[in-house]
């Protein structure tokens, strides 16, 4: 087994209501703006969290023998093809 990374991208969407006292709807919807990025929702969203697209893309593989990381669709490790063209 080899070590590979993987790059996972989720898209998420979250609805949920909350009750907000204002003066009219516009301030309504400000002020419910202003709690989401002060982080006063951050229990709703976790419950509401919805994972609507993902995607998975795995380009590097890390070598057993030096470690470092290279293309998947590559045949060798670079570094260790160069070494051994060296000796
Ligand atoms: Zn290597």
Redesign the pocket.
Known sequence: MKKYIVQVTLTQESHFDVEIDADDYEQAEKLAKDGVWEDDYTDEIRWSLEITDEHYECNVVE??????T?DVFEDE????LE?KENE
């Open positions: 070598c057993e023998d030096c470690l470092e290279y490790c670079p570094e260790c070494r």
